[in-house]
């Protein structure tokens, strides 16, 4: 079973920073893609950035040189730090992982993907992000 409990949302101010985790408890024996995909109001879920079972990341365009995700193996924690945001970051923020990805998938997540298409197995519940001033 894998379970995927996002934490760390709020409210920011614009230019300010935020991190979310994503506690992730999941087993798999080969390769897998987990990252953070958002849904800002009104439009579709789109991928953020996702690293593969290497920790290789990729990231969307729009998160770029302002959004660096990580994970601490030991914690099974995947975080998103946020910096430099803007009121187009504002979305429900949610932690999902794909289990069986082949190595060089994950771009396709953070790049690509924009509410259909993949094979996303599990997904946290989310975690709302509201920058504003």
């Known amino acids: 079973e894998v379970q995927l409990v996002e934490s760390g949302g709020g409210l920011v101010h614009p230019g300010g920073s935020l991190r979310l985790s994503c506690a992730a408890s999941l087993s798999t024996r080969g390769g897998y893609c987990i990252g953070w995909f958002r849904q800002p109001p009104g439009k579709e879920r789109e991928g953020v950035a996702v690293v593969d079972v290497n920790g290789t990341p990729s990231y969307a365009d729009s998160v770029k040189g302002r959004f660096t995700v990580s994970r601490d193996n030991a914690q099974k924690t995947l975080y998103l730090q946020m910096n430099t945001m803007s009121p187009e970051d504002t979305a429900m923020y949610y932690c999902?992982?794909?289990?069986?990805?082949?190595?060089?998938?994950?771009?396709?997540?953070?790049?690509?993907?924009?509410?259909?298409?993949?094979?996303?197995?599990?997904w946290g519940q989310g975690t709302l992000v509201i920058v504003s001033s």
């Open positions: 999902a992982a794909d289990l069986s990805a082949p190595p060089g998938t994950c771009a396709y997540y953070a790049r690509d993907y924009h509410g259909t298409g993949g094979s996303l197995d599990a």
